[in-house]
DNA sequence: CTGCAGATTGACTAGTCAGTCAATCGCTGG
DNA sequence: CCAGCGATTGACTGACTAGTCAATCTGCAG
């Protein structure tokens, strides 16, 4: 048992380390469930000693991952600290999850929390608690009165988890910078971007009718 | 030629109008070139007259979609109007566009720019296009003064487009309600959430230090 | 009526790959 | 030294499907 931990190495976890890589450098589609064995250095077979299926591989890796970023906001949300100090906090879990390991955030969201047609529908509902972990964080605000009334609080986590998981999939993409203080900078800029807005408060102006003169024309020609 | 497009129908347009319903079902991944063809009622040999892949039919779609949008907001954007409103008319053509052809922005939200590995990549210097003309009219807000200078214009366009993106991935998850009215709501919410941020001007309180006693700890335990 | 050209058909091919399984390995306790 | 058992191996199979292609159809021009 002991030994098992020293010489052997935990062949299930090198699995799953290994999917993650190749997860993330070909998608869960387009490669093998032998670039995985490979990857990680084990018999093909090995792979169904400890999974099911290459669906349970990514199954565990989004649910282990996800479950920590479920507690973390928890434990932010129980802190006794003001709504934008803890917005600011989940920002920085969410940012530095995807610093620390870039590959495994990439599969997350690549492969599940927008994968309308597979495994995001399997996992809504943990996707879901997410939304609604960092809704009660608004909703607290709200009702303290330092957020708007008027922007209901599930509407406003939408905007805001948004925003964050499309600053991740900017770095994915390679079409933001990621120097380290790229990343840093980003924890603050997206919480003053979502909470203090975009308008300079002391040049404001609240259009009284912004639909006049628009008209929205989203139809295909023809 | 005339009696063409009287008797016989447009056979390429509708396999592409299938393609989109299957895809948007099914899955671009999950579904098969038959199950294209059944849809559109006709042979399967037919779809590769018409294209020369699989591939060819997303892309297609994506690209036809994508046109429509971009010169939306180029159109948009010459106009003489505050910034605000510009950034409203940009989130009610999208938000639009969902309206209109749930099936089709589900598909291309799903499917290409979310998608790193596959048409995510491929299409990368299109969607880029999008980011850089939403950037382009926060930008001239900075420079009018009536936008933040300390939020650069690239990352407050993701923000922007990044908390639209998550409201059409709460339709089509159905996490979010799809009335006519949420709709409508949608776009005046997003632009207040975005542009006037979720803080209270009455009562907002600028925290001096986001940083203080909070700890990010996003690496796994083990 | 005839023949061409493009449209349409669907059976077939060629390749892929998830998952199986019987054999082998290597440790541990008797 | 042996028996037993979980860990490990990798060749193999069964199922699936993208893409091909030769045959057929249809409309029209000569």
Known sequence: MAAAQKDAPDKR????????????????HHCRVSDVADEAGVAYGLVYHYFNSKDEILNTLFLERWQIMLDAIGEIDARDLPSRVKLRSVAGF????YRHDPDLMKVIIVEVTRAANSFGALHLDE?????????????SAREEG????GIPAEF?????????EQLLTGWIFEVLPRSDADFEGAKDLVVEAICG????GE????ASDPNSGVTSR????G
Chains 1, 2 share one sequence.
């Open 197 to 200: 807005g975009l308008e300079d």
């Open 203 to 206: 040049h404001a102006v609240r």
């Open 127 to 139: 996707i879901r608690k997410a939304y609604e972990a960092i809704a009660a964080i608004v909703e």
């Open 94 to 97: 969410i940012i530095d999850s």
């Open 13 to 28: 976890r090198m699995i799953l380390d290994a999917a993650v890589r190749v997860f993330a450098r070909q998608g869960f």
């Open 218 to 221: 989203p139809a295909a020609s």
């Open 156 to 164: 406003a986590a939408m905007c805001f988890y948004g925003a964050i």
């Open 146 to 149: 330092s957020f708007k009334s």
